[in-house]
């Protein structure tokens, strides 16, 4: 069984940072892929961010890139979520998720399917 905790979310003013974390046990760190997702209101869930197991490599969302940066720490289990340039439209619940597999490509990732835990979510509220 898989454990995620996400921490970091808060009330931030545009154009402001803020950076999540998410604590994960229970798998062996390294071997798992992690990405965030987030849902606003009356909104699906979307993907925002990955970092794939043993390549390193990461992908992101339009809506986000160039403004926020994923990165991982394996010696403290955690992944990260950098947010900078924070807009109103960023304004949901952040997820993140463990995926067992490998794959480099975007559209494989964009799908929630292929993750098999996700954490319980922070809220990150942007004001104007």
């Known amino acids: 069984q898989v454990q995620l905790v996400e921490s970091g979310g808060g009330l931030v003013q545009a154009g402001g940072s803020l950076r999540l974390s998410c604590a994960a046990s229970?798998?062996?760190?390294?071997?798992?892929?992690m990405g965030w997702f987030r849902q606003a209101p009356g909104k699906e869930r979307e993907f925002v961010a990955v970092?794939?197991?043993?390549?390193?490599?990461?992908y992101y969302a339009d809506s986000v890139k160039g403004r926020f940066t994923i990165s991982r720490d394996n010696a403290k289990n955690t992944v990260y979520l950098e947010m900078n340039s924070l807009k109103p439209e960023d304004t949901a619940i952040y997820f993140c998720a463990s995926s067992p597999y490998r794959a480099d490509a975007l559209s494989y990732w964009r799908d929630s399917n292929h993750y098999d835990y996700w954490g319980q979510g922070t809220q990150v509220t942007v004001s104007s």
């Open positions: 229970g798998r062996t760190f390294s071997s798992s892929t």
């Open positions: 970092i794939v197991r043993s390549t390193g490599n990461t």
